[in-house]
C-alpha cells in the first residue's frame, strides 16, 4: 500500500459494500451500453452518411472494439499510476478519464459539419474510454470475494456481475424512450446525446461511493490488494492468465450478441421496430438479473465449474434458435438473456482463484481485460461482418466458437488441478 493510501480505515458493513460495488458497476456498464447501443443505431448514420448502412455500421463496430484494446494498456498504465498517486488516486483519475470522454462523445458534430474529423474524433475518445475503464479496476470485487464466508463464495461472487444486466436495462429504456418520442430525425440529431450525459451524472455519484469505500477495512489483506510486478506475473503465471482470458470468454461473446447485434440486424435486415427490439431486450435483461441472482446459489451447490461447464453446452441449443431474429426475435434475445445471466453470474468469480494471492490483484485485471478484448470486444463486427456475407447462421457458428475454446479451457483447468 502506497502512502497516499495509508491512513485511518474505516468499518463497513457488508450492505454498503454489496451497494457500492453493485452501483460502480452498474454505472460502468450503464455508459458502456449507451454507447454500444449507439454505434448500432446512431454512428453509422452520423459519422459515416457516405457509406452504405452495412457498411457505416461495420465502421461503426470496428471503432466499438478500440475500448476493448485499450483495456490491456490501462491494465499496464494503472499499474505505474498507482505506485505514484495510490489505488484511490488512480481510480479517480481514470473515472474521470471516462467521463470527460463520454460527455465529449455526447457533444461531437457528425460527418456533415466537420468532415472526416467527426469519425476521427470518435475513434480517439472511444480509445479514451477504454483507457479509463480499463484504468478503474478497483479490486473491490477480491475483497467481496475475500470476504465471502465458506458456502457462500458463489452467493458474493455474483454481486458485482449484476452491474452488467442492471446497466444495459438502464442505457435500454433510456434509448427506449427517446426513440419512442422523438422522430428519427430529432432522434439523430440531438435525442441520442441525452444518455451520454445521463453518464456523467451517475459516474459522480458512484466515484464517491467507490472511494469511500476504498477507505474501509472490509475484506482488507495487503497482499491481495498489491500490484504485482508484470515482468514476474507473465514469466511465472502465463498459464493461469491464458486459461483465465478464456474461461468466461462464452459468456463474454454472447452479452454482446444478444444485445448489440440483434439491434444493428433488426435495423439493417429485418422490418421490426427498433422499439419492439428493445423492449424484447429489456424483458430479457431483467430475467437476467434474475438468472444471476439465481447463479450464486447455484453455483454454491454445484460448484461454478459444472455451471459454466452447464451453460456453455447448452450456447449451441441458443444457436440453433438465431434464425427467430427475422420472425419472433424475443425467441433469440429473452431464451440467449436468461442463459447469459447463469453463465456471466460466475464468469468473473472463476477467474481470481487461478493466482496465488500476491499475484491476484494485478492478474485479475490483466485477464479480465484479456477476456473483454477476446470475447467480447469484436463480437458485433465479426457477427455483422458474417451476416452480411454468408447468412444468419454464420454468426451462429461465431457464437458456438466461444463456447468451443471456453469447453476447451474449462477441459484444460480440470487436467491442471488433477496435475
Known amino acids: 500500500m502506497t502512502s497516499t493510501d495509508a491512513h485511518h480505515s474505516e468499518h463497513a458493513t457488508i450492505d454498503e459494500v454489496v451497494t457500492t460495488v453493485i452501483m460502480a458497476r452498474v454505472t460502468d456498464f450503464f455508459g458502456f451500453f449507451v454507447y454500444a447501443i449507439a454505434s448500432a443505431l446512431v454512428f453509422p448514420e452520423l459519422f459515416f452518411p457516405n457509406q452504405d448502412p452495412v457498411t457505416g ?7 466499438f472494439s478500440l475500448a476493448f484494446i485499450a483495456r490491456p494498456i490501462a491494465s499496464v498504465l494503472g499499474r505505474e499510476a498507482q505506485k505514484v498517486i495510490g489505488r484511490k488516486g488512480k481510480v479517480m483519475a481514470a473515472l474521470m478519464l471516462l467521463g470527460v470522454s463520454t460527455v465529449a462523445i455526447g457533444l461531437l458534430p457528425g460527418h456533415d459539419s466537420i468532415g472526416v474529423m467527426a469519425p476521427i474524433l470518435l475513434a480517439v475518445f472511444r480509445f479514451v474510454q477504454g483507457l479509463g475503464l480499463g484504468g478503474a479496476w478497483d479490486g473491490l470485487t477480491l475483497q467481496l470475494q475475500n470476504a465471502a464466508p465458506e458456502g457462500r463464495k458463489g452467493v458474493y461472487g455474483m454481486v458485482p456481475q449484476l452491474g452488467g444486466p442492471i446497466g444495459f436495462c438502464v442505457a435500454a429504456s433510456i434509448f427506449f424512450v427517446l426513440t419512442g418520442f422523438l422522430t428519427h430525425e430529432e432522434f439523430l440529431r440531438y435525442g441520442w446525446r441525452f444518455a451520454f450525459f445521463a453518464v456523467i451524472a451517475v459516474n459522480v455519484v458512484s466515484l464517491f461511493a ?7 477495512d472490509f475484506g482488507n489483506d495487503e497482499r491481495l490488494m498489491q500490484s504485482a510486478p508484470y515482468g514476474d506475473l507473465i514469466r511465472n503465471h502465463w498459464r493461469p492468465i491464458v486459461l483465465s482470458t478464456f474461461l468466461p470468454l462464452a459468456s463474454y461473446a454472447l452479452f454482446h450478441m444478444v444485445t448489440v447485434f440483434p439491434l444493428a440486424y433488426a435495423k439493417l435486415y429485418s422490418d421490426h421496430e427498433i422499439a419492439t427490439i428493445l423492449l424484447w431486450e ?6 437476467a438479473i434474475v438468472s444471476v441472482m439465481a447463479s450464486g446459489p447455484l453455483a454454491d451447490r454445484f460448484g461454478r465449474r459444472t ?17 427467430t431474429l427475422d420472425t419472433a426475435p424475443g425467441v433469440f434475445i429473452v431464451t440467449g438473456m436468461v442463459l ?51 447468412g444468419l447462421w454464420s454468426a451462429a457458428l461465431y457464437l458456438l466458437s466461444g463456447a468451443i475454446v471456453t469447453c476447451a479451457a474449462l477441459y484444460f483447468l480440470r487436467i491442471t488441478e488433477h496435475r
Open 282 to 287: 429489456l424483458l430479457g435483461g431483467s430475467l
Open 57 to 63: 455500421t461495420l465502421l461503426s463496430f470496428a471503432i
Open 307 to 323: 455451471l459454466l461447464g452447464v451453460t456453455t453446452a447448452l450456447i449451441p441449443l441458443l444457436c440453433l434458435t438465431i434464425g
Open 340 to 390: 447469459l445471466g447463469l453463465a456471466y453470474g460466475q464468469a468473473s468469480a472463476i477467474v481470481p482463484n487461478r493466482y496465488p494471492t500476491q499475484f491476484r490483484y494485478s492478474g485479475s485485471a490483466l485477464s479480465t481485460n484479456f477476456s473483454w478484448l477476446f470475447g467480447a470486444a469484436f463480437a458485433p463486427l465479426v457477427g455483422l461482418s458474417l451476416t452480411s456475407a454468408f
Open 210 to 216: 467507490r472511494l469511500r469505500l476504498l477507505e474501509t
